[in-house]
């Protein structure tokens, strides 16, 4: 089966760092992606980890564990426009079926 | 530019009523997906095809139909079966098999509405 699992909601102030939580039981796992979508777009890709660790892109980092099965995505020096939701991403069987969480709403308060 | 264009972007339709949902890219791009997003939820895969002339079902692909007759296309019906359509839509493409890193790139989306 495949099942992926994140928070609904989290809050946090401009300026903080916020860690963001996924845990994921997929069949064949080959990655585990990170996507920013503002409301009412389309979401964005942010970052892609196949292998255990942390990799860091500017302001955002995403982090690994498939013993765990367990990543996050770390927001540091949040600023309004980071106000989104981050939905969390893994291939089932195979490398065309890309299978998303339900998402969590990041509100960035001043 | 290269891209992925959906149309339209907004629709409304009376119930009992099919609609088709128009994708498509220019990026070269062998896999696309339609994926249904409801409010305050995350992307449920209707369909996925790797290749032309060749499509999957996702997790809810009751009530629609697809098809994939060339690299650049991928419409998508929404058929008088599916019994709760309002929804926002969401086309997408990337590369496949071990080529696809999982970054897919997304069209601006298709909000139906079902009056």
């Known amino acids: 089966g495949q099942n992926i699992d994140q928070p609904t909601e989290m809050t946090a102030t401009e300026g903080a760092i916020v860690q963001i939580n996924c845990t994921y039981q997929?069949?064949?796992?080959?990655?585990l992606f990170w996507y920013q979508q503002h409301a009412g777009e389309a979401p964005t890709f942010l970052s892609y980890?196949?292998?255990?660790g942390l990799e860091e892109k500017g302001r955002f980092s995403s982090f690994l564990s498939r013993s765990k099965g367990y990543s996050y995505l770390l927001l540091k020096e949040l600023q309004m426009k980071d106000s989104a939701s981050y939905l969390c991403?893994?291939?089932?069987?195979?490398?065309?079926?890309?299978?998303f969480g339900a998402g969590t709403r990041l509100a960035v308060h001043p | 530019d290269g891209g992925i264009t959906q149309s339209p972007k907004y629709l409304f339709r009376k119930e009992g009523q099919n609609v088709t949902l128009s994708c498509e890219q220019n990026l070269n791009h062998d896999a696309m997906y339609w994926y249904r997003q409801d409010p305050g939820q995350g992307l449920r895969l209707i369909y996925y095809s790797q290749i032309v002339n060749d499509f999957q079902k996702g997790d809810i692909a009751e009530g629609y139909s697809v098809s994939r007759e060339k690299k650049e296309s991928f419409p998508l019906t929404v058929t008088s079966a599916q019994k709760n359509p309002t929804a926002f839509y969401l086309c997408?493409?990337?590369?496949?098999?071990?080529?696809?890193?999982?970054?897919?790139?997304f069209g601006e989306g298709s909000r139906l509405t079902v009056l």
């Open positions: 991403a893994s291939f089932s069987g195979g490398y065309n079926k890309l299978i």
């Open positions: 997408a493409s990337s590369n496949s098999g071990q080529a696809n890193t999982g970054e897919l790139f």
């Open positions: 997929t069949s064949g796992f080959n990655g």
């Open positions: 980890n196949v292998l255990d």
